[in-house]
């Protein structure tokens, strides 16, 4: 069982940026892919951002160019640094991981987009 715990969300005024953070509770060396989602309010949860095993990286469009994902298996960690946020960007956003035929989620952390 892997657990993931994700930090870094809170309020930020429009054109913000910040970092959201998800440490996973075992190495993350075989974790096929990683990503994150996000669920706004009424809306069904997306994908933003995903890393595989061996770095390749896919955005979804809207954040595309402002956003980074990055993973650090030594820190058993992966990174979404957002920046020039954007109210629509407002949403809990989740780790999630792949590995083999096991698909694990975080709990969510809010991220609030507002001035």
């Known amino acids: 069982q892997v657990r993931l715990v994700e930090s870094g969300g809170g309020l930020v005024q429009p054109g913000g940026s910040l970092t959201l953070s998800c440490t996973a509770s075992?190495?993350?060396?075989?974790?096929?892919?990683m990503a994150w989602y996000r669920q706004a309010p009424g809306l069904e949860r997306e994908l933003v951002a995903l890393?595989?095993?061996?770095?390749?990286?896919h955005y979804e469009e809207s954040v595309k160019g402002r956003s980074t994902i990055s993973r650090d298996n030594a820190k058993n960690s992966m990174l979404l640094q957002m920046n020039r946020l954007k109210p629509e960007d407002t949403a809990v956003y989740y780790c999630?991981?792949?590995?083999?035929?096991?698909?694990?989620w975080g709990q969510g952390t809010q991220v609030t987009v507002s001035s």
């Open positions: 075992v190495s993350i060396d075989n974790i096929n892919t």
């Open positions: 890393i595989t095993i061996h770095g390749t990286t």
């Open positions: 999630y991981a792949r590995g083999g035929q096991s698909r694990y």
